[in-house]
């Protein structure tokens, strides 16, 4: 061990194993209580992917990731699109947030606004209005 090593701040390995083992404890929980094997919530309302009441359900942010990269918007002439995440807010069917993302064109446009809710059991094989999904 050198001179330096002795001032160099200890990464606390125990406390970021447990922090982690709490977060998953966590999504666990949510997945198990409020979670579903459909591809909306049970009392939904409004537009599917469109409305934070109405989110497009997945398992996790890399699902949603994974989702956002395939979807795709059908309109005719549209061109591609970048995403953006835009925050987390709360509705009145589930407890955990839901996510706001904008799809934004190549002048970063805003082009839809979609809600994700990462804590499903299974991923949703419905798309938003408009869209589909590119083959992986």
Same mark, same amino acid.
């Given at each position: 061990? &050198?001179? =330096? @090593? %002795? =001032?160099?701040?200890?990464?606390?390995?125990?406390?970021?194993?447990?922090? #982690?083992? *709490? #977060?998953?404890? #966590? +999504?666990? *929980? !949510?997945?198990?209580?409020?979670?579903?094997?459909? @591809?909306? %919530?049970?009392?939904?309302? &409004?537009?599917?992917? =469109?409305?934070?009441?109405?989110? /497009? %359900?997945?398992?996790? +942010?890399?699902?949603?990731?994974?989702?956002?990269? $395939?979807? !795709?918007? /059908?309109?005719? &002439?549209?061109?591609?699109?970048?995403? $953006?995440?835009?925050?987390?807010?709360?509705?009145?069917?589930?407890?955990?947030? /839901?996510?706001?993302? @904008? %799809?934004?064109?190549?002048? =970063?446009? !805003? +082009?839809?606004? !979609?809600?994700?809710?990462?804590? @499903? $059991?299974?991923?949703?094989?419905?798309?938003?209005?408009?869209? &589909?999904?590119?083959?992986?």
């Amino acid at each position: 061990m &050198g001179l =330096f @090593n %002795l =001032f160099r701040k200890k990464k606390n390995v125990a406390s970021e194993d447990d922090f #982690m083992a *709490k #977060m998953e404890a #966590m +999504v666990k *929980k !949510i997945k198990e209580e409020e979670g579903t094997d459909q @591809n909306e %919530l049970p009392n939904h309302k &409004g537009e599917f992917g =469109f409305s934070k009441d109405n989110p /497009i %359900l997945l398992t996790s +942010v890399s699902e949603s990731r994974k989702y956002l990269d $395939r979807l !795709i918007y /059908i309109k005719p &002439g549209s061109s591609q699109y970048t995403w $953006r995440r835009t925050g987390s807010m709360q509705n009145n069917i589930v407890s955990a947030p /839901i996510d706001e993302y @904008n %799809l934004l064109d190549t002048d =970063f446009n !805003i +082009v839809k606004t !979609i809600y994700i809710w990462p804590y @499903n $059991r299974v991923n949703s094989k419905k798309v938003p209005e408009g869209f &589909g999904l590119m083959d992986d």
